[in-house]
């Protein structure tokens, strides 16, 4: 309901107005005084705003001013008597929408707000349009224009105005959510929602009922209705991230769900009609854990009808600066910074090196970067401190760790640099720490559960 707040110090004409436009289906807010409109705009501030000129103490015209000091874009409709005409004129200069003359006609007054309300949505529309435009620019920018990356985002325009089911594969790091937003926003399901989910970031126990949600009393605790992911979804995008972590259960109401684009709440009885794009990422081949018994081979089918491999930072490196300078530019945002750009040594020092953790890792050592710099340009020994700390071959277990828990890496970026005992030891203090729950302990590592349980058999983990 729309919300119209009125300033006049007539009772009578108050009362008037509030009949009026409360037979319309406006909210309405009265006020007698300038100061008292001032105060109720800045504790709220209205759709719309209906000002007498004239008015004690403090006059339209100055209320006028303040209240749009306050919102710029609010918007304000005048009242004001015949004689005053000129004066009204000159108020829609400094920003009033429109005034209305005292007598007026009911329909003229009902006519003129309409049209202001009008406006402010459209305004609001066209305001939404600018900024999925502007964050739509600034995830392609933010991708890099490499050739690997070119085709990634060819694949992305051609497949996103489809309602295909898409595979995003790729490391831990490599951008796969950043992937699944783009071609949602480049989709006719724009202005619905994007859901996403990790599954392995859900105990084994709670998978379905946030994936399907659950009926109030459906078990102890479920003391309201909750909404599953599916129904949050749905008109839009389902995207689930790290797939191959769902438990078989789950993976066959997944299934069933795709099919019948049906879904039923725990202890519902009554299945709820969904129109839901999927999208799903994995930092494993899915396709192998298919064949080792680990994934239902008819899902995989159902949800592999694209599949968009992303390529390794590494692999890359051309996309290094673009990504250096859109991470600048929001690390400064972040720590109120004012970096201006990066040393040719520090950029050196950033193409040079191996980047396991792909671009999260960029990201993480440019904000800390930009963090550590005392002048404006990233030199490179802000680069070189945090990059010492990444390539030390003495780097202790609990360094390890620390990269693994607090800088974006997961066990597969480490796995290679390290010895078989060393990475036994990694996981085994994951284990204690996190009780032996090996969902848990998989989500820390960066690994899904199966992974997990093979290297704890592999290792020989007690």
Known sequence: MEKILIVDDNKNMQLILKNILSDEGYYITIVGTGKDAIKEVQKEIPDLVLLDIRLPEINGMEVL????????????????????????????????????????????????VRKALKTKNLSKEVECLRKKLEEKIEIEQVMGNSDRINKVLKQVDLIAPTDMSVIIQGKSGTGKEVIANMIHLKSGRKDNPFVPIDCGAIPDTLVESELFGYKKGAFTGANSDKKGKFEMANNGTLFLDEIGNLPPAAQAKFLRIIQEKKVQKIGDNKPINVNIRIIVATNQDLLEAVKNGNFRNDLFHRLSEFKILLPLLSERT????????????????????????????????????????????????????????????????????????????KRSINDLLNQITHEGYSLYDITSKVTAETEKEIIKKVLMEVKYNKSKAAKILGIDRNTLYSKIKNLEIQ
């Open 65 to 112: 001013e303040n209240i749009k000091k306050i919102d710029t874009d609010l918007l304000v409709i005048m009242i004001t008597a015949y004689g005053d005409i000129k004066t009204a004129v000159k108020t829609v200069k400094l920003g009033a929408y429109d005034y209305i003359t005292k007598p007026f006609i009911n329909d003229d007054l009902i006519l003129t």
């Open 318 to 393: 051309d996309d290094i600066p673009v990504l250096t300078r859109a991470f600048l530019k929001e690390a400064n945002s972040q720590l109120q910074k004012n970096i201006q750009e990066i040393s040719p040594d520090a950029l050196q020092q950033l193409l040079s090196y191996s980047w396991p953790g792909n671009v999260r890792e960029l990201k993480h050592v440019v904000k800390r970067a930009v963090l550590l710099e005392e002048s404006n340009i990233i030199t490179s020994r802000a680069i070189k401190f945090e990059m010492s700390q990444k390539n030390d071959e």
